[in-house]
């Protein structure tokens, strides 16, 4: 198994309350250090409520924003300065709001045409030819070239953004929330589409989205991130079907699902970032809760198999 | 152009403007070949001539210079210096503005406290001073005026972009490799010229109105040259007994400054996007109704939607957002109303209480009764004591439906107040017992809290606390958790199924997740461009829905436990609602889709269960 992306302790701080001099009122850790492996070809689904670090994370991993600390290695190259054009050509991104993401003054050519000419120096006949066999990989008309980004739906305007993230012709994909602003219908189409172009172009995903079930249809193996930190990780197919760690039963439970009566619990919320507490996030929701998980951080540690959770006191599957 | 030109005559203040303005601009460039005496020709024997005398139109000043050649000729050099100095302010303003936007952190904080310094002079303080560095002269009045509205332009434009350095197609550039100089001159200066554009056709007109003062205190334009502020000075000494000279250029500003001022107010309109869209346009307070007849009344339902059309009017274009929607709602009951977006579910639901904005919203046909009482055109004085007391709604984001600056608690009071006119004490008691009502932990504190102090699910909370208010019979609940997190969607639901089942409330509940509606309501109603397509009991209709877009939409939704799969797809779009296809508007996207479909109406048929389709999957 050769490795596609790896992280080492990535972490991120966030200043709050900067001051001209001096230093600054308090700091968020957004992301707690994180180490991550994905394979080759894999599909890495990372699952999350608002509020857990999973933008800043794959912002980190694109080179939007550099770590406050730890390492990025992309097959094998370390990639730590946040220098967006070294990281383009190996990874790139898929963002959540398609016709935001698309510049509204520029025609869907000029947008398509900045990966090729700026990462590649690509020019004249080649470009073209380059442009129209993308727009080909993700079913588009090519007269849709010289039209401006308002004039398309949420899901051409994905394709579009998908078919520039696949002009830099990256080894990974980061693809952030990508059908969240999208109806059902529509959705997996553009799920289906994403599927068909990793076989194609040989492509490892990070697939981020605060949707359990979109997330288990298209992962390999799930990374299920509270406050910041990785609780659990595991195959798609063991992580909500026996949770290991108590906030990924949550999560599980609290899904919608057609024929189960409504579940989850009745209260509970996201600790205060400013003012973590000691000992793991989790606590003030956890039924298993106990003084030691009040104290000490949990380690993500092997539970079985390739099952990891970070918990003092594991489910039984 | 021709959009831009037609919305800013539309504008009757703004036209009247260009007009005036276009007059004063073509004089001032034709000037030189007028045929009029030399602006500096003095004659002391005519001096203070009246106008209209003999070879003088405006008569005279106290050189005996001719007044209507010197006020073209002034007019020109005060136009060119006030285009000039806007000119100036506004690409060194929005250079600097542009460069604090987007690099932010450092640039911005020096830069801008920078700005501030400057703004803290009063402004003609502050051009004194320059001009008096400088020495007094009309190039160096330009340069003063220029200067002290930079910060105007630097501030304005430094707020538009740090709007656009966040947005996402900046961070696409830069993974396409773009540098930061290529970025701010190709993503970031395109979106903000218009921004540019409009804060300098309102400023022009106060930019010549500040030369005219620095040329009227002697510092601007040097005797014998005119502009409008130095023709107003030497005028001053004989303002009683020849009034005239002050008189006519004094005219001369008020007539540019004004058409500037309006010309520029019009630019900004139709620049606008948000004002483009018919923002300035007050909506009515209920919806427009212009219904042909008004369906019989029928039925003893709590809430009778029957055969309900609101459409958009805009411009030539006719949207039916909401096609003869028939729906019941009974006590206690909660149905969900479910489609994609576009599909008239929002539009239904607004509807109810006449809340669609007008214009461009038309209620053009239907009945909406409450208890056997039509609502549709209602006076608005009983709608206003109907809505939030009899049905209330929550919506989709709370952040955005409680007001900012208020506390939660005041806002509570008020809703409170509104309809039942207790004292505020006994008002306050009901809201703790409201939020107590809602699970929010120490509601007796919480009361005070700031919307913002609150997280996206206590935000909702507030929001139904809110519509509760007023214990009505009706709830509306639009996408009332769409922009939550799923643990708190399921926190959010539980506490609506449990207030219905204690208050007996009725809920419609609008959504797109067919997984809430199985799990909340007892009825489905299932909408696809502006028409119901199906309805059911839920558990009837999501066992086998009868309607194939039911049934594919169904298909398409991933459930969880279903573990990795190719997921089922609906090619296609869902039709635009001013271009509805004759027929069965998903025949476009039906497998199952035969001539007939595309052929007349299609009726919705059943008895508990109906059906909009001609090869209805199962036998409703």
């Not at chain 2, 703790?432 to 009361?447: F, G, Q, S, T, Y």
């Not at chain 2, 997984?515 to 558990?539: K, N, S």
């Not at chain 2, 279903?562 to 089922?568: E, N, P, T, Y």
Request: with cysteine.
């Amino acid at each position: 198994m050769t490795l596609a992306l790896k992280t080492t302790d990535l972490a991120r701080t966030f200043d709050i309350g900067k001051r001209l001099i001096g230093p600054p009122r308090g700091q968020v850790h957004a992301v707690h250090p994180v180490s991550l492996e994905v394979a080759q070809g894999e599909t890495l689904g990372i699952v999350g409520e608002s509020g857990c670090g999973k933008s800043t994370l794959a912002r980190m991993l694109v080179g939007l924003l550099p770590p406050s600390a730890g390492t990025i290695e992309i097959e094998g190259r370390a990639l730590d300065r946040a220098d967006p054009a070294a990281f383009g050509r190996l990874i790139q991104y898929v963002f959540q709001d398609p016709v935001s993401s698309l510049n509204p003054r520029k025609t869907i050519r000029q947008i398509m045409e900045t990966p090729l000419r700026r990462l590649y120096g690509m020019r004249g006949r080649a470009l073209d030819a380059r442009i129209a066999e993308l727009f080909d990989a993700v079913n588009l008309r090519p007269e849709f070239l010289d039209r401006y980004p308002h004039e398309f739906s949420g899901g051409q305007a994905q394709r579009i953004g998908i078919a520039r993230a696949l002009a830099a012709s990256p080894r990974i994909l980061i693809l952030d929330e990508p059908v969240s602003a999208l109806d059902v219908s529509v959705q997996a189409q553009v799920l289906n589409l994403l599927a068909d172009l990793k076989a194609e172009f040989n492509l490892t995903y990070l697939f981020i989205s605060h949707d359990l079930a979109v997330v288990e249809a298209v992962s390999d193996r799930i990374a299920v991130l509270y406050f910041g930190s990785v609780v659990e990780t595991g195959p798609a197919e063991k992580v909500f079907a026996s949770p290991r760690h108590p906030y990924t039963k949550l999560l599980a439970d609290s899904a919608p699902v057609v024929g189960k009566p409504l579940g989850g619990a009745s209260h509970g919320e996201l600790p205060d970032p400013l003012n973590p507490p000691p000992g793991c996030a989790f606590a003030s929701r956890c039924p298993r809760a106990s003084d030691l998980c009040r104290a000490e951080v949990p380690a993500l540690r092997r539970i079985e198999g390739d099952q990891f959770a970070a918990c003092h006191h594991p489910r039984e599957p | 152009m021709s959009l831009f030109l037609r919305l800013l005559f539309r504008n009757k203040l703004a036209g009247f403007g260009a007009v005036v303005l276009g007059v004063i601009v073509v004089l001032a460039l034709l000037t030189p070949f007028l045929p009029l005496h030399p602006p500096n020709e003095t004659s002391t024997a005519n001096r203070y001539l009246r106008p209209l005398s003999d070879g003088h139109l405006l008569g005279t000043d106290h050189l005996g210079r001719d007044l209507l050649s010197r006020l073209l000729w002034g007019t020109r050099l005060s136009l060119a210096v006030g285009f000039a100095a806007a000119l100036i302010a506004g690409l060194v303003g929005a250079a600097i503005g542009v460069m604090a936007g987007y690099f932010g952190g450092r640039t911005d904080n020096v830069t801008m406290r920078g700005i501030d310094m400057l703004m803290a002079f009063p402004y003609i303080l502050l051009a004194l001073a320059i001009v008096a560095v400088l020495g007094p002269g009309l190039m160096n009045a330009l340069i003063a005026v220029a200067v002290v509205n930079i910060p105007f332009f630097a501030r304005n434009i430094r707020g538009v972009t740090v709007g656009i350095a966040h947005r996402e197609f900046i961070d696409a550039a830069r993974l396409a490799g773009m540098g930061h100089t290529r970025i701010l001159l190709t993503e970031v200066v395109p979106n903000i010229v218009p921004v540019v554009v409009i804060a300098m056709s309102t400023t022009i007109g106060w930019m010549i109105l500040e030369t005219a003062g620095l040329s009227f205190l002697g510092l601007g334009s040097q005797p014998p040259q005119a502009d409008l502020g130095s023709m107003l000075g030497e005028a001053r000494s004989a303002l009683i007994t020849s009034p005239h000279t002050s008189i006519v250029p004094g005219v001369m500003i008020l007539l540019i400054v004004m058409s500037v001022n309006l010309l520029g107010d019009g630019i900004r309109d139709a620049l606008d996007p948000r004002l483009r869209s018919g923002a300035l346009a007050r909506p009515m307070a209920a919806t427009r109704v212009d219904r042909a007849q008004v369906p019989p009344a029928k039925g003893d339902a709590l809430l009778d939607i029957d055969a309900l059309e609101t459409q958009f009017q805009v411009g030539r274009r006719t949207y039916k957002a909401v096609n003869k929607v028939s729906l019941e709602l009974k006590p206690g009951e909660c149905l969900g109303l479910i489609g994609e977006s576009g599909s008239g579910k929002s539009v239904t639901a607004l509807s109810v209480m006449g809340l669609v904005a007008s214009p461009p919203g038309v209620i053009t046909g239907g009945a909406v009764r409450l208890e056997g009482q039509d609502l549709i055109g209602a006076p608005y004085e009983l709608l206003r004591s109907l809505r939030g007391r009899r049905v209330a709604y929550i919506f989709q984001d709370p952040l955005s439906t409680l007001h900012p600056l208020y506390r939660i608690g005041d806002q509570l009071i008020e809703a409170i107040r509104v309809h039942d006119p207790v004292s505020r004490a006994a008002a306050h008691k009901r809201a703790v017992k409201l939020l107590e009502d809602v699970r929010i932990p120490n509601p007796a504190a919480r009361i005070n809290a700031f919307p913002h102090e609150l997280s996206g699910g206590m935000r909702q909370r507030v929001g139904i606390a809110m519509a509760l208010a007023n214990d009505p019979d009706i709830i509306i609940a639009d996408e009332p958790t769409t922009a939550l997190d799923v643990t708190v969607q399921a926190q959010i639901l539980a506490l609506l199924d449990e207030l219905r089942q204690r208050r007996g409330l009725a809920i419609l509940f609008i959504t797109h997740d067919f997984g809430v509606v199985g799990q909340l309501c007892d009825r489905v109603a299932v909408m696809y461009g502006g028409r119901i397509v199906e309805t059911g009991p839920t558990q009837a209709v999501l066992d086998a829905p009868a309607h194939p877009y039911t049934r594919r939409l169904i298909a398409c939704v991933p459930e969880l436990g279903g573990g990795r799969r190719i997921l089922a797809a609906i090619p296609g779009l869902p039709p635009a609602v001013d271009q509805l296809p004759e027929g069965c508007a998903f025949a476009p996207r039906c497998d199952k889709a035969q001539d007939a479909c595309r052929r007349g109406e299609v009726t919705l048929d059943g008895t508990t269960r109906k059906v909009r389709c001609l090869f209805p999957e199962v036998a409703p």
